[in-house]
């Protein structure tokens, strides 16, 4: 007799346990926080490219919009002889134009590149249309081409880098350009990786 | 204690022999047939995930679904950028980002707000990082926003920080398409 109740304890026991498991496992699942799912699929094409820069050139004149590509350099009041401004040279001797004095200031061209293994770039420029016959030269190239469709070559090997490539530039103005004539010209450089 | 037990179940099994009998004697005098239907009702509660288009930025591709695209377009350190796509320039990398919104609708909870967490599917492609929110994500799941409301856009910022270094030397494979996949969680809080 007692055996018999042992047994019908241990009944109802595993019937209550097993009454009881489904409501527990449910209870669980409801209290687990729900949660939702996406998925963002980016993509992106990198392109090298090289970015050049104007800035004020060691010894030369302040360029207004340093550290961009469009800079301004003005040369200030210029005479054949006289005292020449901040950091502009004067020569008479000049043979980038004949019947002229050259005015000359150093800038810094800057040309970096990213994602890029090319080593060096050639630069090109090419002037705006002289309005009193004035010449403009830029490094050792000479009188620069007016035309753009063909630029002069100022260099085959720049150097990337902050640090720069010094360059002077020259502005030959003749002799009969009238008194306090003002002169406005444009450089268009264009860099081109190797 | 054994002796009430006992008649217990003696009490029992009597009045299932009696339920029985009744319900036999029932079936012969009057017969009757009976159904049972149960309805089941499934509680709709949970939560949903949409990605859209934010004003500002990228329009996604699939937008107003929970598995959208987005496209940088071409991307340099210097240049033109694809409309909505902004660019900062640092000593060895650049940075483009576009924002999007993710909306996450709640039904059937008492929830007010929830985790929004992300990971990537697989490691980002060699020299580009891509943060969400300025967070760094790696394959590993990490929480973006800890307490956001539900049911209205809220907008993202993803930015793919891009090495300027050469392909080969850290820097990323240019030309070609690169792909990452973003897995998003949100969790009820």
């Known amino acids: 007799m007692h055996m018999q109740t042992k047994l019908i304890s241990r009944y109802w026991l595993l019937a209550c346990a097993a009454l009881l498991l489904p409501l527990t496992a449910t209870q669980a699942l409801a209290a687990a926080n729900p949660s939702a799912t996406g998925t963002l699929t980016v993509t992106a094409t990198v392109t090298s490219s090289i970015q050049l820069l104007f800035n004020t050139g060691s010894g030369g004149v302040t360029l207004t919009g340093a550290n961009t590509n469009a800079a301004t350099l003005a040369f200030g009041s210029l005479s054949a002889y006289g005292t020449a401004p901040s950091n502009v040279t004067i020569s008479t001797t000049s043979t980038l134009c004949s019947n002229c004095f050259v005015a000359s200031t150093p800038i810094s061209l800057v040309v970096n590149q990213a994602d890029g293994s090319s080593s060096n770039f050639t630069l090109t420029a090419y002037a705006s249309a002289p309005s009193n016959g004035e010449v403009l030269a830029v490094g050792s190239s000479g009188a620069l081409s007016t035309s753009s469709g063909t630029p002069t070559t100022i260099t085959s090997s720049g150097a990337y880098g902050s640090g720069g490539n010094t360059l002077p530039v020259y502005l030959g103005i003749p002799t009969a350009t009238g008194n306090n004539t003002g002169l406005s010209d444009t450089i268009n450089f264009v860099a081109t990786a190797n | ?189």
Do not use: C, E, W
């Open chain 2, 1 to 189: 204690m054994k002796t009430s037990t006992m008649r217990t179940i003696r009490f029992a099994m009597l009045l299932a022999l009696a339920a029985a009998g009744a319900a036999l004697a029932s079936a012969q005098s009057h017969p009757s047939a009976s159904g049972s239907l149960t309805v089941l009702l499934q509680n709709g509660s949970g939560l949903q995930m949409v990605l859209y288009s934010d004003p500002s930025g990228v329009t996604l591709g699939n937008a107003g679904t929970s598995a959208a695209s987005l496209g940088f377009g071409t991307v340099g350190a210097y240049g033109s950028l694809a409309t909505n796509v902004t660019r900062t320039n640092g000593a060895s990398s650049f940075t483009v980002s576009t924002p999007f919104d993710i909306n996450v609708q709640a039904n059937g909870l008492t929830s007010t707000s929830y985790t929004l967490s992300a990971s990537l599917a697989s490691a980002a492609p060699t020299g580009v990082t891509l943060q969400l929110d300025s967070v760094t994500l790696t394959t590993t799941s990490q929480t973006i926003q800890a307490s956001q409301g539900y049911g209205s856009n809220i907008s993202h910022t993803l930015s793919a920080i891009v090495s300027t270094a050469a392909s080969g030397s850290g820097g990323p494979t240019t030309g070609t398409q690169l792909t990452s996949t973003i897995d998003f969680v949100a969790t009820a809080n």
